[in-house]
């Protein structure tokens, strides 16, 4: 069992910075052995992946909309995964959940995408992007 708890997010002004937590705890498998992804569900919106970290933090992915503006890493002694994000645009407005799935991404594919191969989720942070 793995249990998520996302944390972090607040209201910004659009071109800020906030960095979400998700930390785990497991009663089972160490957190290296699952891969993280990062959602965001925008009211009315489906949920839809925003980034995804290997379970070592060796491959890394993005949706286009984000690349260049949020990192992903991971610190396995912490038990955390952090998601950075620089340059906030109001579009960027959710509730954001992290993740986990012991199936681990790889470059170039997308598939990480795919809400359905995730088997553990946080209760979700949200984070506003207003003036």
């Known amino acids: 069992q793995l249990q998520l708890v996302e944390s972090g997010g607040s209201l910004v002004q659009p071109g800020g910075s906030l960095t979400l937590s998700c930390t785990a705890s497991?009663?089972?498998?160490?957190?290296?052995?699952?891969?993280i992804g990062w959602f965001r569900q925008a009211p009315g919106k489906e949920r839809e992946g925003v980034s995804c970290?290997?379970?070592?933090?060796?491959?890394?992915n993005y949706r286009d909309s984000v690349k260049g503006r949020f990192t992903v890493s991971r610190d396995n002694a912490k038990n955390t995964v952090y998601l950075q994000m620089n340059n906030l645009r109001p579009d960027d407005t959710a509730v954001y959940y992290c993740?986990?799935?012991?199936?681990?991404?790889?470059?170039?594919?997308?598939?990480?995408?795919?809400?359905?191969?995730?088997?553990?989720w946080g209760q979700g942070t949200q984070v506003t992007v207003s003036s």
């Open positions: 497991s009663s089972g498998l160490a957190l290296d052995y699952y891969a």
């Open positions: 970290i290997s379970g070592r933090g060796h491959i890394t």
């Open positions: 993740a986990a799935t012991v199936i681990q991404p790889q470059e170039s594919d997308n598939s990480w995408t795919n809400r359905y191969r995730y088997d553990y």
